[in-house]
């Protein structure tokens, strides 16, 4: 197993299959660990520097979370204050001087690209919690956790990914991990926000089998996970068109029952109609499930980069 | 004596006298250790999650003050970001994710009821730091913990509440506690901001002796105790009766020493003009120990919802 | 030595110089102290109030760091909350509210001579971070601190300030304090933004050796040390000055080059263009240490008025 120590995390597709089952084991120690005791004191004496120049309330929490749950303290720039210092001050000197505070940075920032360039100028381990349409490498890796988790395991498994798999850039990281553990793919979208031709043919060469469909219920009969994502408005030139597919991808208890077998069904929040509320008590309802297993997986990352695990 | 363990903070009147007592009775007991070491280390491990949806900056740094004293970490939604995450998500949702995060929530929110359809929705107890013109029963429990310190005791006291009585949460959750304890109770208020005459006839069937006036004077001669309250410009439709109302009732040292005798103040500020600076170091002007006693009642309220006390 | 227990850090020039090298000395060992261990516990249990009314990321993060360092925990105002809070409260019972919290308070607010009111206000320590256009304390200290450490001594140096000598508060504060250890000065700016003339004639009663030039490269060659400042564009009333003035104090490889002596360059950053990143690497750009050494002074200021050094 190749170790993490001092490394930067900035893409999904940067792991080997070794790291990320080690990642995974690092995460299921954690969690197991925590119910016993409230803190995994790792990072005692340590600081996290959360950077989130555009807001992400989940994201931001899920780290600060991580963070003390492993003893360690957080400095936080706050997104109104990133935007003025944005204004002044280029990203890599912000980053430089935060380094000179920090052990570790968490970053999101609206330009992709710029976890990298932020990873680029500093000592320290930079963490991606989303840059631009970029990656969001963590958001990829508890998605993976959680599947792991619900279906006890990785290899084998029908997965259905459902609603904007053009632009989702956490669906683009997914499928290159998922693609390691040899599942097959049902991608369920309109024709207009179809998965990009070179991911789907890039998975095909890797012997991975992937169909497309703009029939979720045809998807969801074969398949053991449903990963709902969200539809955009703002994604759309024409509105009429929006109006027209927006009502397509919705999960509810009459689609649950209607469906006569036990689905798995994630989402990596937050969710506007997608899914409705009468579905949060089903029991392959994972989404909130998934939240929490963000805060084990960004413990892992955590640990491993600083070389505590 | 009924144990708080896993319950809800949401209401003022929730809680039955002996069930006041026994909060009081906590947080004077961690108001004398903390006195003696900085630190009471309950909740080590533990996470509060304040989530402020409106600005309160006296609140929320009352309850992060009280967690980390208690030994634990806190993680914040600032209002900034409050106000976008409602626009792309439920209330419901967005508690329902930081209950994934933190062992306890702190929410203050401007819709009435919102606290408790936040404690519906999870399962860590929630306390209620102020929803609307709805309830904030932390406040009361720290006004009560005042005037009990302030006259070293509760009973038999004559205290006027003064300003607007029509629209303050806060004095209506506190009359009703006060009203457990056998207080005498002069209502001080122009005629547009008077008490409801719901809560006037429920305090008198409880046997409370209420009386109205218009008269500040008049009131604090007789009285032990005077609350004062802010009178707030923009509960008045018509602007020249606020302008000969908002003079009526204000305290200063003038006002005092015509008093000719010894009376406690309190006010939950922020204050405005109700009462002049020059009564600051007076010795019966509580309004800053008031502050102080908002972290030992806090203290109090976490550490008996975690089942610590 | 004097001891700073119980006392505000308001202004550079309150320091003598015996203060000034304790300040230094007990930096120092922190520093070293942290390189071993990653927190130094002399702060467990007590809480650092940061008030910042203004944005400034920088500070509030060096003094939230330092204090965690030092295992104290942190509340903080953000800047969104401090311009609301100002609206209905005055600075004052702001204050003295948050003294009812917190052990040490760190504030930063637009009014020249607002600490000062804070201090008088509260009875625990005020450091100043900065208020208006008058002192920056910290800053001024961790300044004397970097130019110490990079050319180990303060005597006998040739210092060279840059820029806009006329209205940085923290030049005029440095000074002063670098008049104590026998300095020689150049102040190198455009005649619009020279430093003013009672500091200038100031110094001279004191036997300081002060030089003033508009040249750059004339005042590098003669000093050991450079300051560089920025010009900031809202100072000038005519902008064809500005812009005649704004290319004259950049320093860039070749200016070091053609140089043909190691300097050694401070700047308190943020910086615009007066530096170009390609003097980052070189071995005397001392900027981004002198962030990191304005952990260990804040440290030392925070550990000291609490008594604890």
Redesign the interface.
Known sequence: MGSLKGKDILHGNQFSKKEIEAVIKVASEFEKELKK???IPLM????L?TLFFE?S??TR??F??AM??LGG?V?A?????GS??SK???L???C???A????VIAIRHPKTGSAKEAADAVDIPVLNGGDGTGQHPTQALLDVYTIRKEMRTLKNLTIAMVGDLKNGRTVHALVEILSLFNCNLYFVSPGVLRMPEEITSHLRQKGIRVEETEDLREAALKSDVIYMTRIQKERFGDLGEYERVKGSYIIDAAFLKNLGKKITILHP????NEIN?DVDNYPGAAY??Q??N??FIRMALIAMVMGKR
Chains 1, 2, 3 share one sequence.
Do not use: C
């Open positions: 005791k409230g803190v005692k004496g340590k600081l520097a807001p309330t989940r929490l899920s600060e979370t003390q749950r303290g400095i720039l706050g997104p109104a204050e003025s210092v002044g001050e280029t890599v000197d912000t430089r001087t935060v000179q505070y920090a052990d929040l937050p969710r506007v509320p909130f499930r939240m929490r963000g805060v």
